[in-house]
């Protein structure tokens, strides 16, 4: 009989023992599960975040580099945090603005696709009479800008700056080489050499 009591001690430690081990493995399986939900989770939201960028990327290269330029001018919006927030140019937030930047580039598309790289070709001075009034359009045909003349003004008298800095909000600044333009609220408000 002495045999079987020393079995019985051992038996108990080793249910103990198995008892335990089940129960850490099945905690660590919950916990890898719990853990592996928390990875598929993220990753879901991530793929999902992706996607929407790549959408939003799609839409704005559909966007004429002209408009984008005035968005960026006008409105101070950067289209590559637009594009990382998933935002298209028809979300409610910046589509006003998009549209406005067409209305305004209008006429100049014609314009500049016909236009020598150096040399903006002039439009008929009757379309930039009705466009922009008679003294504008005699500036812009001599090559010559002035205080409250818009973006598309200078680019058609001037053609396009060699450098644009839009780091202040509402005020933007057009380097010409020797002569720089500054526009404040999308109209120039001063021209230096």
């Given at each position: 009989?002495?045999?079987?009591?020393?079995?019985?001690?051992?038996?108990?430690?080793?249910?103990?023992?198995?008892?335990?081990?089940?129960?850490?493995?099945?905690?660590?399986?919950?916990?890898?599960?719990?853990?592996?939900?928390?990875?598929?989770?993220?990753?879901?939201?991530?793929?999902?975040?992706?996607?929407?960028?790549a959408e939003a990327n799609d839409a704005w290269k559909q966007v004429d580099m002209q408009t984008q330029s005035c968005l960026a001018s006008r409105y101070n919006l950067n289209i590559h945090n637009l594009v990382v927030q998933?935002?298209?140019?028809?979300?409610?937030?910046?589509?006003?603005?998009?549209q406005a930047?067409?209305?305004?580039?209008?006429?100049?598309?014609?314009?500049?696709?016909?236009?020598?790289?150096?040399?903006?070709?002039?439009?008929?001075?009757?379309?930039?009479v009705q466009k922009y009034g008679s003294k504008n359009a005699d500036l812009i045909l001599a090559g010559q800008i002035a205080k409250g003349m818009d973006s598309d003004e200078v680019t058609l008298?001037?053609?396009?700056?060699?450098?644009?800095?839009?780091?202040?909000p509402g005020h933007e600044v057009w380097n010409y080489g020797d002569d720089v333009v500054t526009f404040t609220q999308g109209k120039v408000s001063e021209v230096g050499h």
């Amino acid at each position: 009989m002495p045999n079987q009591t020393k079995a019985r001690p051992v038996t108990g430690r080793l249910l103990i023992t198995a008892c335990a081990a089940l129960f850490v493995s099945g905690a660590a399986q919950a916990q890898s599960d719990m853990g592996s939900s928390i990875v598929n989770g993220l990753f879901g939201a991530m793929s999902g975040a992706m996607s929407r960028s790549a959408e939003a990327n799609d839409a704005w290269k559909q966007v004429d580099m002209q408009t984008q330029s005035c968005l960026a001018s006008r409105y101070n919006l950067n289209i590559h945090n637009l594009v990382v927030q998933g935002v298209k140019p028809d979300n409610p937030s910046v589509a006003p603005d998009v549209q406005a930047c067409q209305n305004a580039a209008g006429g100049q598309a014609e314009s500049q696709q016909a236009s020598v790289p150096q040399q903006p070709a002039k439009p008929d001075r009757g379309v930039l009479v009705q466009k922009y009034g008679s003294k504008n359009a005699d500036l812009i045909l001599a090559g010559q800008i002035a205080k409250g003349m818009d973006s598309d003004e200078v680019t058609l008298a001037w053609g396009d700056p060699k450098a644009k800095d839009a780091s202040t909000p509402g005020h933007e600044v057009w380097n010409y080489g020797d002569d720089v333009v500054t526009f404040t609220q999308g109209k120039v408000s001063e021209v230096g050499h």
